[in-house]
């Protein structure tokens, strides 16, 4: 995490899904500089988006063990204004698909217009005036099918040695 005018180099964000909590720690000083829980549950994948403000993956299936009729969405908490918002709710995507994975599921925000979104069996990128949906599973022998999961997204792959990707498929 980067210094800005809320946290600072060092700090650790965390997820404790069964609490149903996302925090920052400061290791420096051994303080909890935030703790935000409840209106979310089964979350996990924080990240710090800057200027206090961080993205969380809620799978939204149980609070203290009973089930939510809830899909799973993408949240923002506001630190400076203690704001929770729901990004995007990930139900229904058409009439014969939704989103509710019941533990899995990450993010990465591209933009203020777009998200992608890993569902561990779809990879979906939303921006401000469409949605592209991509299938995460192959085919294995004996009719079997395997998700894709935990796939990412990278605006450039400078930091990949390519060639050795090729030699190796």
């Not at 800005?4 to 069964?18: A, L, Q």
């Not at 979350?43 to 009973?66: C, E």
């Not at 591209?110 to 561990?120: E, G, M, R, V």
Request: aromatic share 16%.
């Amino acid at each position: 995490m980067q210094s800005d005018d809320y946290f600072k180099y060092g700090d650790i964000m965390f997820s404790s899904r069964h609490l149903n909590a996302v925090g920052v720690i400061r290791p420096e000083t051994s303080e909890v500089v935030y703790l935000k829980q409840g209106l979310f549950s089964m979350q996990h994948d924080i990240d710090y988006q800057g200027d206090g403000v961080f993205t969380f993956y809620g799978n939204n299936n149980r609070i203290d063990d009973q089930p939510l009729q809830e899909f799973a969405r993408i949240y923002s908490y506001d630190f400076k204004n203690d704001e929770l918002v729901s990004l995007y709710n990930l139900g229904y995507l058409d009439e014969f698909s939704y989103i509710q994975n019941s533990s899995q599921g990450l993010h990465k925000v591209i933009s203020d217009q777009a998200i992608f979104i890993d569902t561990a069996s779809q990879a979906i990128i939303f921006n401000d005036s469409s949605e592209i949906t991509f299938n995460m599973s192959v085919q294995l022998p004996n009719d079997r099918y395997s998700a894709l999961s935990w796939s990412r997204y990278y605006e450039n792959l400078d930091f990949m040695n390519i060639d050795l990707l090729k030699s190796n498929c």
